[in-house]
Nanobody, 125 residues
Framework: QVQLQESGPGLVKPSQTLSLTCTVS??????????WSWIRQPPGKGLEWMGA???????YYSPSLKSRTSIIRDTSKNQFTLQLSSVTPEDTAVYYC?????????????????WGQGTQVTVSS
């Protein structure tokens, strides 16, 4: 059974860098053709795809967040990490990590087969 678990701080101050880690069990993040994404949902809004790291280590980002987003991985721990810089209160959201097979349509959130339970992040001073 594939499981994903997000971890990180629940409160971040404006202008700081948000860092969240997704720990994967039951599957390897290096297995061919799987993509591992970060997706968020601000209060009262829909799901927003932020970016992904591929089985190969290649990364892909939403154009609207590219300048502030970085996704890295630690294959020895089977984890991948989101770093979002210069956060503002508009970055307050529930953040999810999720898995998708194949690269086409990385931003199509309905095509992700496994999700973490989500973690609330609030940006406030």
């Amino acid at each position: 059974q594939v499981q994903l678990q997000e971890s990180g701080p629940g409160l971040v101050k404006p202008s700081q860098t948000l860092s969240l880690t997704c720990t994967v069990s039951g599957a390897s993040i290096t297995t061919h053709f799987y993509y591992w994404s970060w997706i968020r949902q601000p209060p009262g809004k829909g799901l927003e795809w932020m970016g992904a790291i591929a089985w190969s280590g290649s990364t892909y980002y939403s154009p609207s967040l590219k300048s502030r987003t970085s996704i890295i991985r630690d294959t020895s721990k089977n984890q991948f990490t989101l770093q979002l810089s210069s956060v503002t209160p508009e970055d307050t959201a529930v953040y999810y990590c999720a898995r998708k097979y194949e690269m086409a349509g990385l931003d199509r959130v309905d095509e992700y087969d496994y999700w973490g339970q989500g973690t609330q992040v609030t940006v406030s001073s």
